[in-house]
C-alpha cells in the first residue's frame, strides 16, 4: 500500500490534486532526524559538521522534491508501514513539505556555524531543530507545518495564496 495518493486532498478546500501521504510517515521521520540532531550535539565538532550536512541533504530532499521522496519515507514505506496496524490517515504532503523547508533553513545555519568556526551557533541551530524534531516524534505536533497553515491563512485572499504555487 504506497504512502501517496493521487486523489484530491479534500482537507484543504480549492485544493484538487494535492499529494496526500500517510500521516505517520513524517513523525517516522521526525524521529529519525531528532536521532541524527542528537548525534550531531553529542559529537566533536569535525564529525557534527558532517551530520549536520547530511540532515540539511536530507531536509532539501523533503523540502526540494516531496516529503515523499526521502530516504526516511522509503525507510517507513518498506519497513515500518507494512508492520502498522490501523487504517492509516492520509494529510496533505505540503505542509510537512514546507516543514523539511524550515528543517534546512536551521541545518544550513547550523551547517554554517561549524564550518566558519562559531560552534554556539552551530549548536543552538541544531538545539532548534531538535526540538522541533522532537515535537513531531513524540507528540506529532509539527511546528513548520503549523507555520505552513499560518502562513496560507494570512495570504489567502490576497491575489492566490503564494503557498498553493
Same mark, same amino acid.
Given at each position: 500500500?504506497?504512502?501517496?495518493?493521487?486523489?484530491?486532498?479534500?482537507?484543504?478546500?480549492?485544493?484538487?490534486?494535492?499529494?496526500?501521504?500517510?500521516?505517520?510517515?513524517?513523525?517516522?521521520?521526525?524521529?529519525?532526524?531528532?536521532?541524527?540532531?542528537?548525534?550531531? @550535539?553529542?559529537?566533536?565538532?569535525? /564529525? !557534527? *559538521?558532517?551530520?549536520?550536512? $547530511?540532515? %540539511? &541533504? +536530507?531536509? #532539501?530532499?523533503?523540502?526540494?522534491?516531496?516529503?515523499?521522496?526521502?530516504?526516511?519515507?522509503?525507510?517507513?514505506?518498506?519497513?515500518?508501514?507494512?508492520?502498522?496496524?490501523?487504517?492509516?490517515?492520509?494529510?496533505?504532503?505540503?505542509?510537512?513539505?514546507?516543514?523539511?523547508?524550515?528543517?534546512?533553513?536551521?541545518?544550513?545555519?547550523?551547517?554554517?556555524?561549524?564550518?566558519?568556526? @562559531?560552534?554556539?551557533?552551530?549548536? /543552538? !541551530? *541544531?538545539?532548534?531543530?531538535? $526540538?522541533? %524534531? &522532537? +515535537?513531531? #516524534?513524540?507528540?506529532?505536533?509539527?511546528?513548520?507545518?503549523?507555520?505552513?497553515?499560518?502562513?496560507?491563512?494570512?495570504?489567502?485572499?490576497?491575489?492566490?495564496?503564494?503557498?498553493?504555487?
Amino acid at each position: 500500500m504506497p504512502t501517496t495518493s493521487t486523489e484530491p486532498h479534500t482537507g484543504v478546500p480549492g485544493d484538487a490534486g494535492a499529494t496526500s501521504i500517510d500521516a505517520r510517515g513524517p513523525q517516522f521521520t521526525a524521529a529519525v532526524t531528532a536521532v541524527v540532531l542528537v548525534a550531531v @550535539l553529542a559529537t566533536p565538532t569535525p /564529525v !557534527a *559538521t558532517i551530520l549536520i550536512a $547530511v540532515q %540539511a &541533504l +536530507l531536509f #532539501a530532499i523533503g523540502a526540494l522534491r516531496g516529503v515523499q521522496h526521502t530516504p526516511t519515507a522509503w525507510a517507513f514505506r518498506t519497513w515500518v508501514r507494512p508492520r502498522l496496524t490501523g487504517v492509516a490517515e492520509l494529510e496533505d504532503a505540503r505542509p510537512p513539505r514546507f516543514a523539511q523547508l524550515v528543517g534546512l533553513a536551521f541545518a544550513l545555519v547550523a551547517l554554517a556555524g561549524f564550518t566558519t568556526g @562559531l560552534t554556539l551557533l552551530g549548536l /543552538v !541551530a *541544531t538545539g532548534f531543530a531538535l $526540538v522541533a %524534531a &522532537l +515535537l513531531n #516524534a513524540v507528540f506529532r505536533f509539527c511546528l513548520g507545518c503549523e507555520m505552513y497553515l499560518l502562513l496560507d491563512r494570512a495570504t489567502r485572499g490576497r491575489a492566490g495564496s503564494v503557498l498553493r504555487a
